[in-house]
């Protein structure tokens, strides 16, 4: 079955520097990626998704994300950091349509 | 603007009880998906339903049940809760599957004693 790892259970950086947050998947057939984000005390919210297409993906609030087969790679990334994108962030894979998995989650801390 | 809404938001069983979580949307989405989050996991789909009268086993279906009552309302039940369910568990809904934008309540925080 298809499974995603997060590297790094919180990530912090201080406002304005560069937002990496690392994802790698196992799949037996071509994935489709996600990203969720979680704020507290609320349900996650769809930041970007990956299916067929045009490797670099955008999303909301400035992230991005690149797919990349030979590395089974979707790491999010955002050039800026806002204090407001402090969260947690969740990468998934979905092999078929009604099965997504979800890695551990990524906590980000944004300093001043 | 409800989106999908989740009661109760707390609840606390005793072992061996049993309750039912509730579930609706009003954007008459086909799908509907009840997963559980705990620390270090991420979230787990429990059952999902592509439709209305469908339902089908996720990840961690053992101690749980599931109705499609109709498109908008997807109820979890748990018939003799254990304390490894506590959890908090969230039900969200699409158009047509994951590869459509998921909408996420705002979760019900479990604690079974």
């Known amino acids: 079955a298809q499974s995603v790892t997060q590297l790094g259970s919180h990530v912090s950086v201080s406002e304005g520097a560069l937002v990496l947050l690392r994802c790698n998947y196992s799949?037996?057939?071509?994935?489709?990626l996600f990203w969720y984000v979680q704020y507290p005390n609320q349900g996650l919210q769809l930041l970007l998704k990956?299916?067929?297409?045009?490797?670099l993906v955008k999303g909301i609030n400035g992230f991005e994300a690149e797919f990349k087969k030979s590395e089974t790679s979707f790491h999010l990334t955002k050039p800026s950091a806002h204090m407001s994108d402090a969260a947690e962030y969740f990468c998934a894979v979905s092999e078929r349509n009604n099965d997504m998995r979800f890695g551990a989650g990524t906590r980000l801390t944004v300093k001043p | 603007n409800a989106g999908v809404t989740q009661t109760p938001k707390f609840q606390v069983l005793k072992t061996g009880q049993s309750m039912t979580l509730q579930c609706a949307q009003d954007?008459?989405?086909?799908?509907m998906y009840w997963y559980r989050q705990d620390p270090g996991m991420g979230l787990r789909l429990i059952y999902y339903s592509a439709s209305e009268g469908t339902t089908d086993k996720g990840e961690v279906p053992n101690g749980y049940n599931v109705s499609r009552l109709n498109k908008r309302e997807f109820s979890l039940r748990l018939e003799s809760a254990a304390p490894s369910q506590t959890s908090v568990y969230f039900c969200a809904s699409s158009e047509g599957g994951v590869l459509m934008k998921a909408f996420f309540g705002q979760g019900t925080r479990l604690t079974v004693v």
């Open positions: 954007m008459n989405h086909n799908s």
């Open positions: 799949s037996s057939v071509p994935p489709y």
């Open positions: 990956y299916t067929t297409g045009a490797t």
